[in-house]
């Protein structure tokens, strides 16, 4: 039960890192609320009623209403609980539209390749491609930390913002993938700014109460990449 009386509840899963962008926004503004664990391969009906379009987690359900897909939610909260906690987005409509603008780029040009990567469904090539692409919005983001930030910790200044969110949902990912790779995302040398704002975002106690176990991330990672590996030698038999 949320301050108020609000009734909150999440449908997720713990490995989602769309999932952690509403936890994180919960934990930020101090919410309490219901976590209720979803079996993406059998989704429940209380999912399939809750979001019939995309049929997709997560979903907050505020006071037996539903808001649908990760950001949506995460500025929902910001609004209907704008007298608790720290708002997430600025009160300046310019700076909202920044933000606004730099959370979407964040998922069109990082979050989605880091997910399909996850998950082993880019080819070779593909992933090359891929990496690539990845390098330039990392730059980009790193200009866009230094602009937003205004010289202070997170792309929301003293507090975190939107943009913090969208980005830091993928924490334990990231960390996944430099503990597999042994290299790091945001590389020191090339991106300072993102590289210290790995660090100050992880250490946040709203960050700590929500983010996935790392290990456990990289043992998700592992065993979908030996499912994605063997489909594929499945795939190539059956053409041969």
């Known amino acids: 039960m949320a301050e108020g009386g609000d009734e909150l509840k ?29 079996d993406v391969h059998n989704k429940s009906g209380l999912l399939l009623a809750s979001n019939p379009v995309h049929k997709k987690i997560p979903v907050l359900i505020h006071n037996g209403v539903p808001v649908c897909e990760s ?32 959370a979407a780029y964040v998922d069109d040009k990082l979050v989605s ?70 290299a790091k995302v945001f590389d020191p040398a090339r991106t300072p700014l993102l590289a210290a704002w790995m660090e100050r975002f992880g250490a946040l106690d709203a960050a700590r109460a929500v983010l996935p176990d790392v290990g456990r991330v990289v043992e998700l990672a592992k065993i979908r990449h030996g499912q994605a590996a063997a489909a594929s030698t499945s795939s190539n038999n059956k053409q041969e």
């Open 10 to 38: 999440l449908l997720g899963s713990w490995s989602s890192p769309y999932v952690t962008r509403a936890k994180l926004a919960l934990a930020v503004k101090g919410l309490s609320y219901e976590n209720v664990d979803e």
């Open 113 to 182: 390749q880091w997910t399909n990567s996850s998950r082993g469904k880019a080819g070779e090539g593909r992933s090359a491609e891929a990496m690539k692409e990845m390098v330039v919005a990392v730059e980009a983001l790193e200009g866009a930390l230094r602009e937003c930030s205004k010289g202070k910790g997170f792309f929301g200044g003293d507090g975190v913002g939107l943009v913090d969110i969208a980005l830091g949902s993928m924490h334990s990912w990231l960390m996944a993938i430099e503990a597999m790779s042994g």
């Open 71 to 102: 950001m949506i939610i995460v500025q929902y909260i910001d609004e209907a609980f704008a007298g608790t906690g720290p708002p997430i987005l600025p009160a300046d409509p310019h700076e909202r539209a920044v933000a606004r603008f730099w």
